[in-house]
């Protein structure tokens, strides 16, 4: 199976994927003169970004980006964009550079030529990517069976544009920007963020027989072998 970091706590999780992320950037900054840290939205990494706001790297010299976005405008409530500069390019972390996703454009298939432009403006391969993964398998935008799956998975390139089936998990935001398997597998670090007892058992079944990358892509990003999973629940 893929390497798993168990928690008690959400404190310590979240002090542990801290800790790893700062290790990873700094240890980069030491030696290149600009860095990628590629970063994903919902609640669950809020606090992190917020300690990693206060810590002491030379964030001007970081690149921060998005792993994937809803195509709604930044200021909206479920923009990732939105909760990435109240969180993380806060305090210390505040002179980093952001790139973000979303544009001007009505779908993001028609921004994806800029936007991939500008994604390969940034230091590569990627130096840091903070993952999520949701109840119904899906990581970054991957969702299952979404419309622009196999692109995103087969693509040379670092995005694809997805058009997710509503469901609980999607809410009405279906069209969404997301960074494919190929920037994923190329990265230096990925690190994947769960929690409780449900996605512990969606990340054990991800890694089974009787499950196809298509009907949970999560299973996709975790059979490469540049990524640590970092789970938290009560034993």
């Not at 990435?84 to 806060?90: D, G, S, V, Y």
């Not at 079944?205 to 640590?228: S, Y």
């Amino acid at each position: 199976m893929s390497p798993l970091e168990t928690f008690e706590t959400a404190k310590a999780w979240e002090q542990a994927i801290t800790d790893r992320i700062y290790t990873e950037l700094k240890s980069r900054l030491d030696v290149a003169d600009i860095v990628s840290f590629l970063v994903s939205g919902g609640s669950s990494p809020l606090p992190i970004y917020k300690h990693l706001s206060k810590t002491d790297l030379d964030w001007g010299r970081i690149k921060v980006a998005l792993v994937d976005e809803r195509w709604v405008e930044p200021d909206h409530d479920a923009s990732n964009e939105r909760r990435i500069r109240q969180t993380l390019l806060q305090n210390k972390a505040a002179p980093a550079q952001f790139i973000g996703m979303k544009t001007e454009d009505e779908t993001p298939h028609e921004s994806l030529a800029e936007r991939e432009a500008a994604y390969a403006n940034l230091p590569q391969p990627f130096d840091v990517i903070l993952l999520g993964m949701g109840g119904d398998g899906h990581t970054a935008s991957l969702f299952p069976e979404a419309y622009g799956l196999d692109i995103a998975f087969e693509s040379d390139r670092n995005l694809a544009a997805i058009k997710a089936t509503r469901s609980d998990v999607t809410g009405e935001h279906i069209l969404r920007m997301t960074v494919g398997l190929r920037a994923i597998g190329n990265a230096r670090t990925n690190i994947l963020a769960i929690s409780g007892q449900s996605k512990r058992r969606i990340w054990e079944l991800a890694q089974g027989e009787t499950v196809d990358r298509e009907t949970m892509p999560v299973k996709a990003v975790l059979e490469l072998d540049n990524i640590t999973t970092y789970w938290w629940g009560p034993s």
